[in-house]
């Protein structure tokens, strides 16, 4: 199967390309993977993108169209004298089929440093003293992401930064009078820093990340006048796994492989129509102290059209490092160091467009049966039509099919829901309801409409195909089908039933074991009188009269004639059976069964000839005699009934028909 190798292909790409990075890449030392955004693994989404590039290089996404996001936070100060509020991050993203786009500024990635030389000069009234500052910056950030299919996908993210340093220089001017100023020398380096990331679903419940870190970085122009104080950007990789425990339960686990790890666990909920999901992640950075050195709480409220979380990242180290620490060491990340203060961020996310993102979508569609009003329990027990669709998320999904055929539905007809598995393809049965309200007289092609739901409100796809409805009186030419047309015009059957029995009762009521066998007898006597055999006005289709209309029409073929007296009888309250006789050409032939409602010991009361009868069980395991007969044939009770037992023993006892399946009993009730 060409997906299956499609599949195979990129597992491998995706374990060697793991390997290989391990091999090239050295030692890194932040923890890259704190993400402002709360880092919410992707297997628990509620639509939007609750991660950035920190956790999130490689771009996965599962929202689709436009979204804009937005981040503002607070910066306490160890003493917690000095709280700062500012924007961090603002965000715009959009997805286009299987691409996907990503603009993130960060006016808030920034990080200071002011460090005096510890010179500070008086000359005649001039005084003066000399610092260093520092300044380290994030811009702003660009991602791309390409789907290979709902498991696979590729990106790669680049970021914009700016690094400057400030040095104050004594400057003496020597006159009447000594002069003592500074003026301050600037350096900057500016660069781009490119990553690319890897997304791949193992199963269900599993998804795996894996990221460069400082991959590329391309300079702009030179370096700052002392290199030392430049960030430290040593190359590295990231290896992410994202593991739903359940339907509410998912842990998030990124491990910069070399010394740093994050940990999440994240729990959803359903409250006031939207979803809720907390969280709490912890870290460990080799730069800092102690072991877990960071906890970040999280929590979001989630809805159709926006989302906000609050997140709280305390680190568990004193803030109070020494300027000495820095000149010695540096640092690594702008957002996350050993200088960084506890921090409290206030995500917010808004669907700016509501084009919801297909979950499962048609492959193919195909009328199976053509509609027949009459046989109205066979398309609510078998289907009309069967599709196969594909579930184009991650996730296992139930979907709901649904159709809509105008000529025979006052309303959308729902059939049962099936579960397709992530990725897959799953066959879709349709089924209907004929209503009685509408005309049957005359066949016609309608446009059957066909729908798939999930969990929303609008339907996910939809396509259309042409089906065929015949009128009241064709019929699909399988012999079980004809009761359908016993159960028409049982009122016009049981007011014949009634007047005849009524006069012959004496007949009938003659022989207490013959009552049902005598009933038999009158009624097919009284039903056969001026009755014509004729085929069915139309050739190009089956065509069968209902009771009423055989009756009144005073003939029809065997179809009709069996009809209609199998009507008469369960209207009496007979028991009856169709008797389909297959020709090797397809033609049936149609006779009764008729239970006479005695035992076997009973035989001689009707007959001395075994041959004229058929003994079947009934539901107490009891043996009943029934006796088959020949509608077609007007001259007498007799004779029919003999000419059916001969056909019936000759085919469907002694050339086996019944074991063959050249001879089907099918019973009315």
């Known amino acids: 199967m060409l997906y299956q190798k499609v599949f195979t292909i990129l597992n491998l790409i995706f374990l060697k390309s793991f390997a290989l990075l391990l091999l090239v890449c050295s030692v890194s030392y932040s923890q890259e993977n704190l993400d402002f955004m709360g880092g919410y693994p992707s297997l628990m989404t509620d639509g939007f993108r609750k991660n950035s590039f920190e956790s999130n290089p490689g771009n996965f996404v599962a929202k689709s169209d436009w979204e804009f996001s937005a981040i503002y936070g607070a910066d306490f100060s160890s003493s917690g004298s000095n709280i700062s509020n500012d924007i961090f991050l603002i965000s715009l993203s959009k997805k286009m089929d299987r691409h996907y786009f990503y603009f993130r500024y960060t006016p808030a990635f920034k990080k200071s440093f002011i460090i005096s030389a510890g010179n500070n000069i008086t000359i005649d009234s001039s005084s003066a003293s000399l610092k260093t500052t520092i300044n380290y910056s994030e811009k702003f950030g660009l991602g791309y ?38 003026s301050t020398s600037v350096s ?4 781009w820093r490119t990553d690319f990331g890897m997304n791949y679903l193992l199963s269900e419940r599993i998804r795996l990340n894996l990221s460069s870190k400082n991959l590329f970085l391309l300079n702009e122009n030179g370096n700052l006048s002392n290199k030392h104080f430049e960030l430290k ?20 686990f990124n491990w910069d492989v070399a010394s740093s790890f994050l ?29 877990i050195n960071v906890i970040m709480p999280t929590v979001s409220f989630s809805s159709n059209l926006y989302s906000v979380s609050l997140s709280y990242i305390n680190y568990l180290q004193s803030r109070n490092n020494r300027l000495s620490d820095f000149a010695e060491k540096g640092i690594q990340n702008i957002v996350s160091n050993q200088f960084a203060d506890d921090k409290l961020l206030l995500s917010m996310n808004f669907a700016l467009s509501f084009k919801h993102e297909k979950a499962v979508e048609f492959l193919d569609v195909e009328v199976t049966n053509d509609i027949f009003p009459t046989l109205t329990e066979e398309f609510v027990n078998h289907p009309f039509a069967i599709g196969h669709a594909k579930n184009l ?19 959308h007809i729902y059939s049962p829901t099936v579960e397709i598995a992530p990725n897959s393809i799953g066959e879709v049965k349709f089924f209907t309801l004929i209503s009685d309200e509408k005309n049957y007289e005359k066949r016609k092609i309608d446009n059957a409409e066909f729908l798939l739901f999930t969990t929303e409100p609008d339907y996910e796809d939809k396509t259309e195909k042409p089906v065929l409805i015949n009128t009241k009186n064709n019929w699909d030419g399988k012999v079980s089908n004809l009761r359908y047309f016993v159960y028409r015009s049982f009122d016009y059957s049981l007011d014949f039933a009634t007047r005849t029995m009524k006069n012959y009762s004496s007949a009938i009521d003659s022989n207490v074991y013959l009552k049902k066998f005598n ?20 050739t190009s289709f ?20 069996s009809v209609a007296f199998a009507s008469i009888l369960e209207i009496a309250g007979i028991e009856t059976a169709f008797v389909d006789f297959k020709s090797d050409d397809g033609i049936s032939h149609v006779n009764l069964l008729i239970n006479t409602g005695l035992n076997s010991s009973q035989a001689e009361l009707i007959t001395q000839n075994d041959k004229k009868y058929f003994l079947r069980e009934n539901q107490n395991g009891e043996d009943e005699i029934w006796i088959p007969l020949e509608t077609t044939h007007f001259v007498s009770f007799e004779s029919s009934w003999n000419l059916a037992a001969e056909k019936f023993y000759r085919e469907a006892i002694e050339n086996f028909g019944l074991q063959k399946g050249k001879v089907l009993i099918t019973d009315i009730y």
């Open 188 to 191: 900057q380096k500016k660069f």
């Open 145 to 182: 992401s390409y789907s290979f299919g709902s498991n696979f996908s590729l990106g790669f993210s680049t970021r914009y930064f700016e690094e400057e340093m400030k040095e104050d220089v004594f400057n003496f001017f020597i006159g009447d009078t000594s002069i003592l100023t500074t």
């Open 393 to 411: 998320t991650d996730k296992t999904i139930s979907v709901k099919p649904i159709s809509f055929i105008p000529g025979i539905n006052n309303e």
């Open 233 to 252: 950007l040593k190359k590295g990789i990231i290896f992410g796994l994202e593991s739903k425990l359940s339907e509410n339960l998912a842990l998030n």
């Open 542 to 561: 089956e065509y069968v009269q209902f009771p009423k209309e055989t009756m009144e029409r005073k003939g029809g073929d065997c179809d009709d004639l």
């Open 519 to 538: 009933s038999v007898k009158v009624l097919f006597s009284e039903f056969v009188k001026n009755m014509n055999y004729f085929s069915d006005p139309r």
């Open 263 to 291: 940990l999440g666990s994240f729990y959803l909920f359903e409250i006031f129509g939207g979803k809720v999901i907390g969280g709490i992640n912890i870290t460990h950075d080799q730069t800092q102290n102690p072991f």
